[in-house]
């Protein structure tokens, strides 16, 4: 792992030396088999083998106390939603994983063990290795993670591929996140299902393949919400759409599948709509929901016949 600069503690903290610090961090996060020709943590950077097809990049930043309450989660979630969070972009895309590496900001006292293991858990559960990442020191807790990817064949779906008569789908039912959001600070437990949806979202990437493989139009995540995504997708697009339905999980508010955020399902578009049905069946996949259909008039933007306001979440800045 790249050096740090994470300063000495002060004196009335136990002092942690920065190379016993990263060499536990190293072994929590780092994988037992490295690729052949590859180097991943424990140099000045990674090396890795040339990438199939396009290559991707994205970037996410968590902020402890933004994107996760310390008072209802435990710090190890933080890590896990950096990661989860950041792989979704390249599934949005339709790409799969290769590495991912992670600059964690925090003050002196902070179990850094405990949040690199949530960031090993998301890792190991996309198949998306560690191979660095940085360390300093800050008065907030804050991930950052910078995920690189790869579409071997046919290239990356874009969400500006829209185009007048595509049928609309999501790859699930909307609102779980929110909806365990809500739940958690009423008291549920940390292990209520919809408390596990927030706290541990699953990046679609097998759904993600599976689109690109179809021929979808354009796909992307619904990280902010249906009600701000979808109007993204269209802007980018230059289109209009019209939702006929809106697939609500149970035990989930309306405004929750619209507005509530970090669902993670994947919204797509394309002409083929028996052509994408049949390849989720072909391998296994959760069947998806068709909503609506994109029309040519981007003025035109309803949901069961009402005009759809932009709802979801957007930061303050």
């Known amino acids: 792992m790249p050096t ?20 536990r961090i190293a072994a929590i996060v780092g994988r037992r088999t490295v690729p052949a020709g590859e180097v991943h943590v424990g140099d000045d950077a990674a090396v890795l083998a040339p990438f199939a097809g396009e290559a991707l990049i994205s970037t996410d930043v968590a902020v402890w106390g933004v994107h996760l309450s310390p008072d209802l989660f435990p710090l190890e979630d933080l890590g896990y939603k950096a990661v989860a969070s950041a792989v ?3 599934a949005a895309m339709g790409g ?11 003050p002196p006292g ?27 020191r800050a008065p907030q807790v804050s991930v950052a993670v910078t995920v690189m990817g790869e579409t071997p064949g046919k290239g990356s779906v874009l969400r500006s591929g829209a185009r007048p008569g595509d049928t609309i789908f999501v790859t699930g039912p909307l609102g779980r996140s929110a909806a365990g959001l809500r739940l958690r600070r009423d008291g549920a437990p940390l292990d209520d299902p919809l408390v596990v949806a927030h706290r541990r979202p699953w990046p679609r990437l097998d759904e993600g393949l599976a ?49 509530g955020g970090e669902d993670y399902e994947l919204v797509m578009t394309t002409a083929e709509p028996e052509r994408l049905l049949d390849m989720f069946q072909r391998r296994n996949l959760r069947e998806p929901i068709a909503i609506g259909l994109v029309v040519k008039d981007p003025a035109v933007r309803t949901l069961r016949d009402e005009p759809m306001p932009r709802s979801g979440w957007q930061h303050e800045l």
């Open 4 to 23: 740090s600069n994470f300063p000495p503690v002060p004196s009335q903290e136990p002092v942690r030396r920065e190379d016993a610090v990263l060499e």
């Open 211 to 259: 689109a690109r493989h179809a021929g979808v139009n354009a796909m992307m995540d619904l990280s902010d919400g249906l009600g701000i995504d979808f109007h993204r997708l269209a802007d980018a697009s230059q289109v209009g759409f019209v939702l006929t339905q809106l697939p609500i999980a149970e035990g989930c508010t309306e405004y929750e599948a619209v507005g």
């Open 110 to 136: 902070t179990d850094l063990e405990e949040l690199h293991r949530g960031i090993a858990d998301a890792a190991a559960m996309t198949n998306c290795p560690i191979v660095g990442g940085d360390l300093t």
């Open 88 to 90: 979704s972009d390249l």
């Open 96 to 106: 799969r994983p290769r590495a991912a590496v992670v600059a964690v900001s925090a």
